[in-house]
């Protein structure tokens, strides 16, 4: 197990005024190409208080200014706030789950921090016993970076369904295999298997998270010889 440091932190926001932060991210990065809902999400909503959200902000040390955001919802008190506007198949609906959803990146930040956020909700949900992530996603950029992790079609046929608390806005329905992710990533050879798995990011702070020292690696695959952001194929173009 490596150790690697980042130039920004990652943790579970505490308190109104974080929360006010994370808010002004997703306003700022949403607004850049939807002024309408940017101008939404520029306040908390009931989702970002459900007793089964965290809401998870990444600050730059050097500036200390937040540059990006995540929440995760789990279905620990019942549906995901996606089942509300779109059925999910039995073999999902059955298990527990969590959605992923306000994913946002500033403009011009280290591609590394969308990254980051990526290896923060599977860690979150390897400790909450989370067998499956599921998100909507409209960005044909953000669509493939999900793929390249292992997310696939819920439904087969790459539709895109309207999601009510986007305002109706068409998603693809995708999801994850969390159990699975470790063993497919090792066979598979994946380049993002030594910065998913084998390397420890102390700048990432999650609550009751499994310490990825527990989990050593199932073989060790050559290690991708790139940067990690440009093994997903993220840039500064990706940011938003």
Known sequence: MSKSA???SLFPVSGHVQLLEACAVRAQAYGHHLPELGRTLAEP???????ATTVFLC??????????????????????????????PERLAACGRAEITRLAVLLGADPLVKLCLMKASY????AQRVQAMVIGARKASLIRNYQRLGFVDVFGDDR??????????LHRILCFDVAAARRTWAE???PLYAFMIETQHDDLQ?????PPR???????PRAAQRHPAQALGLGLADAV
């Open 214 to 220: 527990l989990q050593p690696p199932l073989r060790s």
């Open 160 to 169: 895109l369904l309207p999601l009510a608390h986007t305002g109706g806005l």
């Open 59 to 88: 600050r730059d040390k050097a500036s200390g200014e937040a540059i990006g955001t995540m929440r995760i919802q789990t279905s620990v008190h019942g549906p995901l706030m996606l089942e509300h506007s779109v059925p999910l």
């Open 123 to 126: 860690l979150f949900c390897l």
């Open 206 to 210: 999650l609550p009751h998270a499994v």
């Open 6 to 8: 980042l130039d920004f």
């Open 45 to 51: 909503d009931e989702i970002d208080r459900h007793p």
């Open 188 to 190: 598979q050879g994946h």
